[in-house]
């Protein structure tokens, strides 16, 4: 450890001594085209320093400490809030992204950064069941994911906001509840469904769909359409009736940063048509560019599961930050149910 | 060594007694809540599932090695099959688990196998059960009881050779000589293998979410849970604490007895 951390700050002191400003970026995985790095860096004569995170949590915990050494985070919409309580995000210059015109217009008054002052939506999608066709009568709702007939072939997500989520919605409440009574009736409907599963998986539950292990899985969208193209006409993929919880992920950039121009320029580019079409060709992911959709051949364009229809996302609702409170309990509730 | 041992146990020592901040991190005020927070029976059975799955495992480990440890220590190419033992530490052991998710679905090789065999009519449940979790145990630290058991097979082979053979000449069959003094005579080398794998057991987390499907949780599950998507800094340190201090009294405890015995 002392012998890595020892090479990783030689290379960070080297990078230091080359010629020209360099950009730190901190993104998702699989979230920009093999090219897009590069091409940056071309154009523009700089360095980036580009590496990724698997949960927020792992961001949220370097840069809570105001000098990580990034310029550029992606957070997710109920991650926005928080983190502009604490004081990490820069307020953005909206004269100097001039392809801000290119984002899709749903996107454009977010309820968690109405103004777009502090971060702009980058990527979507949601939470829904991805089922083999095979499956009669075909989900629709999450309370189809309760019939004993399924046992041990069904998977739920291994998050607590998403399983209390779905439970949340079958019992008509919204997701984002805070009320106790609300919240342990949504966990005695997990404790019921708990018996038929057969495991609590992320994005593990794609192969085991793909493979005919499992009929039906709760899943994300971007989950979804991979399974999808990996086994074409076995599956498909539904936004429950009941209500379903819907995500996006920004760009933004940090107060700590001392390249805010560059940042600027870095999320221009990113809202470029044609680089965000390649991402999205390279990714599968659903984009809140515009024009980047307009780029895309029909068949991406359209795909019903990545951009579902508006009355189907008159269903959804967005993950909010919950108070401490109501996170402990949920906490608790979710040792109880794992535990059970 | 105190800074690289001292100092985190200190951290999270200090953690474990302050408040947790809204996103993560701590606060201040000191708070005993923590603590008092962990005393119920929810993690009590949590503990006790987790001592008792680390046991299991540990046992199986113990009483595979053992053989395999007495193979190695006679066969004529011991340095050879030490390192087919070490062989899979080349490869990280994500990926080794990965590999068994591979052979234990329904879908994986052992069930195709058997169907095609028409041994089962339906696949088997193998992977996602409390079974695949200890199996995975098992197979993640058998190397970590194997060389500590070879260790002191051999130096008894070697210097009390002549007390084995002299017990099989005053009539003792070939199971006595090995259970009556084979085994007593290797007793600190079966210590220090269980010590070597219970502790580590203790602590997984990896094992439960990728061969249990996350639907067992043990303590290393919501110790990594407060650390992420709980945000609560402050409980995870305080059952850090809880679970060394248990380990370190059950230790201690292992040691008192094992020093009676002998």
Known sequence: MKRRSFLLGGAVFAAACTRGPRLNVYNWSDYVAPGTVPAFEREFGVKVRYSTFESEEEMLAQVMSGNSGWDVVFPAEDFVGPMLKLGLLAPLRHDWIPHLDQLDPAFRMPPWDPELRWSIPYMHGATGILYQKSMTPAPTRWADLWDPRLHGKITMLDDPAEVLGACLRKLGFSLNSGDPSQLRAANAEALAQKPLLRAYLNAEARDQVVAGDIVAAQAWTTTAAQAMAAAPGHLAFVLPADGFARFADNVAILRESRRVELAHQWIDYLLRPAVAASIVAATRTATANAGAQRLLPAQVRDDAVLYPPADVLARAEWLEPQPVASQKLRDRLWTELKSA | MVLTLAAPLLIVCAYSMLSRGAYGGVELPVTPENYARLFTPLYAGIFLRSFAVAGIATALCVALGFPLALFIARSRRPNLCLALVILPFWTSFLIRIYA?????????????????????????????????????????????????????????????????????????????????????????????????????????????????????????????????ASRDWPFGAALSIVLIVAAAAMLYAGRRGGAELA
């Open chain 2, 100 to 228: 068994w998710i591979f052979l234990l679905r329904d879908t994986g090789l052992i069930n195709t196998v058997l169907l095609r065999l028409h041994v089962i009519g339906e696949p088997l449940p193998l992977l996602y059960t409390n079974g695949a979790v200890v199996l995975g145990l098992v197979y993640g630290f058998l190397p970590f009881a194997v060389l500590p058991l070879y260790a002191v097979i051999e130096r008894v082979e070697r210097q009390d050779k002549v007390l084995l053979e002299a017990a099989a000449d005053l009539g003792a069959s070939s199971t006595a000589v090995f259970w009556r003094m084979l085994v007593p005579l290797c007793m600190p080398g079966i210590r220090a293998a269980s010590l070597l794998v219970f502790v580590p057991c203790l602590g997984t987390y990896l094992v439960s979410d990728l061969l249990g499907g996350s639907k067992t949780v043990l303590i290393g599950n919501v110790i990594q849970n407060q650390f992420t």
